[in-house]
């Protein structure tokens, strides 16, 4: 599983590596009980449902981290403590959500890390709608299956090796 306790910062990734990063222009949340993660991307697109997105998490997971493509819609939470937790019992290291949460305050003490945009306390339908393993494009940044994501207090940082 990946040391979620690395000790890194993206300012400092910048710096050493900046011809092969991506620097994330979204301003995200950190809504997790872990603020600095990172691992190897696995994607989904999804809007307004989360159980495609539940069902990756209910994988397992060698400290991967989600990306969740919801559109910056905010009219539901794509995740709420429950599919967090699954995340954890199956080796996940965090989750970055391009849209709403939901049970932030449960969220915020488990050990997850976790960016969102913020939190609505609206369920998502369960249809299954969407896509995964696909190159997903917000924040001036694109998102590919297999590369890797470095995320801290100061952003999110995507690279197409690991840096460790």
Do not use: H
Request: glycine share 12%; proline share 2%; hydrophobic share 40%.
């Amino acid at each position: 599983m990946t040391d979620n306790n690395r000790n890194f910062n993206t300012a400092d990734l910048i710096d050493d590596f900046a011809a092969e990063l991506q620097s994330c222009s979204t301003q995200f949340k950190n809504m997790g009980g872990i603020e600095k993660f990172y691992g190897q991307i696995t994607t989904v697109k999804c809007k307004n449902d989360n159980a495609l997105l539940k069902s990756i998490l209910s994988s397992p997971s060698n400290g991967g981290v989600l990306v969740v493509d919801g559109g910056a819609n905010m009219q539901s939470a794509l995740m709420g403590d429950i599919i967090a937790a699954l995340a954890i019992g199956n080796g996940w290291s965090g989750v970055i959500i391009n849209g709403p949460i939901r049970d932030c305050i449960a969220i915020s003490g488990m050990k997850i890390g976790v960016k969102a945009l913020g939190s609505n306390p609206a369920k998502s339908s369960k249809d299954g709608i969407g896509d995964k393993n696909i190159t997903i494009n917000f924040g001036d940044v694109t998102f590919n299956p297999q590369n890797w994501v470095y995320c801290d207090a100061d952003g999110i940082v995507i690279a197409k090796r690991s840096l460790f």
